[in-house]
C-alpha cells in the first residue's frame, strides 16, 4: 500500500511512520522542508513533484500542526492567519489537490484535538482543529470515493506537547482523561494504523 505521510517529522510521525514500514508498506515522508502548509505554492510544488508523476495514494496521514498556547488577546493578525494555515486550510489545500491521485476507497486520516470539542485556552488553535472535524465530517458524507476521518486525542504522553507541558498542566489534562489515562504515542500510532487499514494484519 502507497501511505503518505504528511508531517512525518513530528513526535506522533515517527512513532506511526515505522508501523506502516513494518507492515510493508512504501511509505512518502513530509516535513517542515518539503511542505509548508503557510505557503500554497508549496503546496502546488509538492504535488507536481512528488505525486503528479503517478504515485497513487491508498492512505493520507495529515498530522502536521502548530499550538501557540495563547489567549485571544496574545494573538497577532498573522499569527492567526498562520495557526489557521498550517492546521486548516493548508490541510484542505492539499486534500483538494491530492483527490485525483487517491485511490478509490482510499483513507484520509486527519490529526485534529479533543479541543476542537471541548475548546482550549487557545481558541485559535480550538477553532482550527474543529475546523478539521467539520471538513473530514462533509467529506465523509458527501464524497463517496474515499472515507475521511479526524482523529481527536487528548494529551498524549510522549508527544513535544506533553514534553513541553507544564507538571501542572499535565495532571489537569490526566484528571481529564478519566480512568483509561493518556494515551501513548504507540497507542495513538497504532490506532493511525488501523484507522488506514481496518482488518488487516501486519
Known amino acids: 500500500m502507497n501511505v503518505l505521510v504528511v508531517g512525518a517529522s513530528s513526535s506522533i510521525g515517527r512513532a506511526v511512520v515505522p508501523k506502516f514500514l513494518e507492515r510493508g508498506d512504501s511509505v512518502l515522508e513530509t516535513n517542515s522542508l518539503w511542505l509548508d502548509f503557510a505557503d500554497k505554492k508549496s503546496i502546488t510544488r509538492f504535488v507536481d513533484d512528488n505525486i503528479a508523476g503517478g504515485w497513487s495514494i491508498d492512505a493520507l496521514v495529515v498530522l502536521a500542526g502548530i499550538l501557540p498556547g495563547k489567549s485571544l488577546g496574545d494573538y497577532t493578525d498573522d499569527e492567526i492567519d498562520e495557526v489557521m494555515a498550517v492546521n486548516f486550510t493548508g490541510p484542505a489545500r492539499l486534500v483538494r489537490a491530492l483527490l485525483p491521485h487517491l ?12 479541543s476542537g470539542q471541548r475548546g482550549s485556552f487557545d481558541p485559535i488553535y480550538a477553532a482550527s482543529k474543529a475546523a478539521l472535524i467539520g471538513f473530514a465530517k462533509s467529506l465523509s458524507t458527501w464524497n463517496s470515493r474515499i472515507r475521511v476521518s479526524a482523529l481527536t486525542p487528548s494529551l498524549i504522553v510522549g508527544s513535544t ?12 489534562h490526566t484528571r481529564q482523561a478519566g480512568p483509561d489515562g493518556l ?8 490506532i493511525i494504523v488501523n484507522a488506514c487499514f481496518p482488518g488487516q494484519s501486519r
Do not use: H, N
Open 183 to 190: 494515551m501513548t504515542l504507540d497507542e495513538v500510532a497504532q
Open 161 to 172: 506537547m506533553y514534553e513541553k507541558m507544564l507538571p501542572e498542566r499535565r495532571e489537569f
Open 103 to 114: 485511490k478509490d476507497g482510499a483513507r484520509v486520516l486527519l490529526m485534529s484535538s479533543i
